[in-house]
């Protein structure tokens, strides 16, 4: 049986001029139908390059990803990205920020109507309906995110990709989008790649957690497998013993095993 998503023996090296930087070595991860994996590692280690490289931003140097069995080489809407900070189009309102992303992926395939039902049941996911008409300007940081997730799922992605979605947020709206993200992903059961910073986070909501070693050359130093049942509830986990084990091995990882060491 072939791997959902399989990213084999990759390497990515960045040119300019006669300087190559190897920011990623051999990087071999499989990811199965559904599952939630984060990404965790130290600052510049190369893990939106990894996530980038998925989305067919930019090309592998070396080794191949494969989708459902077939070479991602180029972006596509079966791979959606959101971004640390959101990527709305400033002059169009919630609802048109949706339905663009609808239009372009469903426009031969649904009607007028089907299309305005599925960005409101998008928006209605993350309970943005209530501000359909509003431009990202006169919304909150945390609810952008969330208009940027509804985009992304309406596009019924294969795979989710989020590259840090909620970094650039306070710890309360922080902590009610996990629980959002949560819920959906049980709902959804979309396939999910998360970029983070936050051992928390990630035990929070990893099915497995991939640690990256620090870069130059960067690769996957570990995989930890977060076997707590869900639904998850913060208040309940705080002294689980498997979520404790967890936090305890991720920041080993990062603390002992692979301290940060800034370039000089
Ligand atoms: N287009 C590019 N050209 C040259 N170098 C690049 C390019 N994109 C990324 N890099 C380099 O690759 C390395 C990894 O960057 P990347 O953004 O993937 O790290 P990261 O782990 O996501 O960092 P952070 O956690 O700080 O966001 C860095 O040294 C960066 O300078």
Redesign the pocket.
């Known amino acids: 049986m072939h791997a959902y998503l399989k990213v084999d023996h990759v390497d990515k090296a960045?040119t300019?001029g006669t300087a190559t930087?190897q920011?990623l070595r051999d990087v071999t991860l499989t990811i199965e139908r559904g599952e939630f994996v984060s990404i965790i590692?130290?600052?510049?280690?190369?893990?939106?390059?990894?996530?980038?490289l998925i989305a067919g931003l930019?090309p592998v140097s070396a080794g191949a990803i494969l989708l459902e069995n077939k070479e991602v080489n180029a972006p596509g809407p079966d791979r959606a990205v959101v971004f640390q900070n959101h990527s709305l189009l400033p002059w169009l309102s919630v609802y048109d920020n949706v339905r663009l992303a609808v239009d372009k992926v469903f426009g031969a395939g649904k009607t007028r109507a089907e299309r305005r039902d599925w960005v409101m049941h998008n928006l209605d996911l993350v309970q943005m309906v209530h501000a359909k008409d509003k431009r990202p300007s006169e919304i909150s940081g945390g609810m952008k995110q969330r208009v940027g997730l509804a985009r992304a799922l309406s596009m019924e992605p294969k795979i989710l990709l989020l590259?840090?979605p909620f970094g650039a947020l306070d710890a309360l709206t922080r902590a009610h989008l996990q629980d959002q993200v949560m819920e959906i992903h049980a709902r959804l059961g979309a396939t999910t790649i998360m970029?983070t910073?936050d051992v928390d986070e990630a035990a929070l909501l990893s099915d497995r957690i991939v640690m990256?070693t620090n870069?130059?050359s960067?690769t996957i130093g570990d995989i930890l497998g977060v076997p707590l049942p869900r639904p998850r509830r913060r208040l309940e986990l705080a002294a689980n013993p498997t979520y404790l084990r967890t936090r305890e091995a991720v920041l080993k990882f990062l603390y002992e095993r692979h301290r940060f060491v800034e370039a000089a």
């Open positions: 960045f300019r930087t920011v590692g130290h600052s510049g280690c190369g893990k939106s390059t990894l996530l980038n930019t590259d840090e970029i910073h990256m870069g130059p960067a």
